[in-house]
Every structure is written in structure tokens, then in C-alpha cells.
């Protein structure tokens, strides 16, 4: 994060050279670097930024595509609310694609193979729960990651820890205890949690004033949730 600081500074602070109408800048983990910049004093009142990332409804779209192309009747193609009739479990299979195309099709794919047909008019419910738990388990979390996390052993280890709290938010004092760790050891687990994306601060404090942190990762929270402690 700083040294993209560092090198997009000269750029974030040339007004001239950002009204340029034919001239964008992509940055991934946005969020993480404006923090940074913000620390530099860089301004974000004088531009605005624009997220580039996939709505839902632009996915559901992308895959109806697909799915027509699949269809054998093109008159009455399978769709995605034709196989996942259920809304709520349509928002499940939206929250775990996390606006992703290649996440939700990976998906999608995990709860074919339950299945156990190709010729698939509407996802069964029991196909529907062992699909998001494979796909969780089997994510790419690794590739998700920039290459400044290390090894992916490293990020694994991590993940299953954080699996192992049994908590999709937590304070210090909580992974303290949990983990029977001293503070100062705690701190640089958080911090690296952080480094790894895994964790975020929380908008809201404990009654105490206590920090909370949040798991990031929409498919980590899914196995928290179901008591699920490790991805083998």
C-alpha cells in the first residue's frame, strides 16, 4: 500500500492532469490506498471516484447470457431465477459471488455437481447447501489475495484461525482470550489479518469503546457462521 502511495502521489495532486477526460487510473484495494493517500494529504473533494466492480444486477444478466446459450428450449431458457427460485437463497449465491463473474459461475458449477445432471431445470435445496460449502472450502483464496500476502500456506493458516474464533466479529480482548495470547502478540496478528485483507475495523465500537473487527471475505464469514474450522 505505501509504495503505491508513493508512486501514484505526483499524479493524485496534478488537478491538470486528472481532469484529463481521456486519461482514468485503476487501483485495486482502493480503499486501502486512499486511506493512505489521505494520511499524505492528498484531496478527493475536486474528483470523484468510480467503482468499476460488477453490480448484482450485472451479473444476473451475464449469466441469464449464458445460460441462454446452454438452454435447449431458446424460447423458454433456463435462467438464473428459474434454477434458484428461492430469494433468499438468491442472496446467498449473490453475497458469496461477492460481484464477481468468475466467483459466481464457480459457484454455480459447485452446486451443478451436486446435482450429479447436466439436464437441470431447478437447483434442490440439498445441492444448493453442499454447493456453497464446497466452493467456500475450495475457493481460490490465494489468488484473491495481492502478492504482497506471502506464501499461500501462510494465508491458509490465517484463514483457519480465524475459522478456529468462531466469530465473523471480534474484538481484541476476544482473540486475546481465545488464543491465550498476550497483547502485543495479539496486535501484530490483527495487524497481519489486516495486511492480509482478511479483517477490517468495524464502524462500531463496543459499549467500552473496545475496537471490532470484521471478517472481510463474505465465504470466510459463510463457514464462521456454520461452524465450520478448517477448509480440508
Same mark, same amino acid.
Given at each position: 500500500?505505501? #509504495?503505491?502511495?508513493? +508512486?501514484?502521489?505526483? +499524479?493524485?495532486?496534478? =488537478?491538470?492532469? /486528472?481532469?484529463?477526460?481521456? /486519461?482514468?487510473?485503476?487501483?485495486?484495494? *482502493?480503499?486501502?490506498?486512499? &486511506?493512505?493517500?489521505? #494520511? !499524505?494529504?492528498?484531496?478527493?473533494?475536486?474528483?470523484?471516484?468510480?467503482?468499476?466492480? *460488477?453490480?448484482?444486477?450485472?451479473?444476473?444478466?451475464?449469466? =441469464?447470457?449464458?445460460?441462454? $446459450?446452454?438452454?435447449?428450449?431458446?424460447?423458454?431458457?433456463?435462467?438464473?431465477? @428459474?434454477?434458484?427460485?428461492?430469494?433468499?437463497?438468491?442472496?446467498?449465491?449473490?453475497?458469496?459471488?461477492?460481484?464477481?463473474?468468475? @466467483? /459466481?459461475? =464457480?459457484?454455480? %458449477?459447485?452446486?451443478?455437481?451436486?446435482?450429479?445432471? =447436466?439436464?437441470?431445470?431447478?437447483?434442490?435445496?440439498?445441492?444448493?447447501?453442499?454447493? $456453497?460449502?464446497?466452493?467456500? !472450502?475450495?475457493?481460490?483464496?490465494?489468488?484473491?489475495?495481492?502478492?504482497?500476502? %506471502?506464501? %499461500?500456506?501462510?494465508?491458509?493458516? *490465517?484463514?483457519?484461525?480465524?475459522?478456529?474464533? &468462531?466469530? @465473523?466479529?471480534?474484538?481484541?480482548?476476544?482473540?486475546?482470550?481465545?488464543?491465550?495470547?498476550?497483547?502485543?502478540?495479539?496486535?501484530?496478528?490483527?495487524?497481519?489479518?489486516?495486511?492480509?485483507?482478511?479483517?477490517?475495523?468495524?464502524?462500531?465500537?463496543?459499549?467500552?469503546?473496545?475496537? &471490532?473487527?470484521?471478517?472481510?471475505?463474505?465465504?470466510?464469514?459463510?463457514?464462521?457462521?456454520? %461452524?465450520?474450522?478448517?477448509?480440508?
Amino acid at each position: 500500500i505505501e #509504495k503505491v502511495t508513493t +508512486f501514484m502521489y505526483d +499524479f493524485l495532486t496534478d =488537478n491538470n492532469l /486528472l481532469y484529463t477526460s481521456k /486519461l482514468s487510473i485503476v487501483v485495486s484495494l *482502493w480503499s486501502e490506498v486512499k &486511506k493512505s493517500l489521505n #494520511k !499524505r494529504g492528498v484531496r478527493f473533494d475536486k474528483f470523484k471516484e468510480i467503482d468499476i466492480r *460488477w453490480t448484482n444486477e450485472e451479473l444476473v444478466e451475464m449469466m =441469464n447470457k449464458r445460460l441462454l $446459450y446452454y438452454s435447449v428450449d431458446k424460447k423458454t431458457p433456463v435462467t438464473l431465477s @428459474s434454477l434458484v427460485t428461492n430469494e433468499n437463497q438468491l442472496a446467498v449465491i449473490m453475497e458469496l459471488a461477492d460481484r464477481s463473474p468468475r @466467483s /459466481l459461475i =464457480n459457484l454455480l %458449477g459447485y452446486i451443478l455437481y451436486e446435482e450429479h445432471t =447436466n439436464n437441470v431445470r431447478e437447483f434442490s435445496v440439498d445441492a444448493l447447501t453442499k454447493g $456453497y460449502m464446497m466452493y467456500c !472450502r475450495k475457493f481460490d483464496y490465494v489468488s484473491a489475495q495481492p502478492s504482497r500476502t %506471502g506464501k %499461500g500456506s501462510d494465508l491458509t493458516a *490465517w484463514i483457519t484461525r480465524l475459522l478456529r474464533i &468462531k466469530l @465473523s466479529q471480534f474484538t481484541l480482548e476476544q482473540y486475546m482470550a481465545h488464543f491465550n495470547l498476550k497483547k502485543n502478540t495479539a496486535l501484530k496478528h490483527i495487524e497481519t489479518l489486516i495486511q492480509f485483507n482478511l479483517i477490517r475495523d468495524s464502524l462500531y465500537q463496543t459499549d467500552s469503546g473496545d475496537i &471490532k473487527y470484521d471478517v472481510c471475505d463474505p465465504r470466510i464469514r459463510y463457514l464462521i457462521n456454520r %461452524g465450520i474450522q478448517d477448509l480440508d
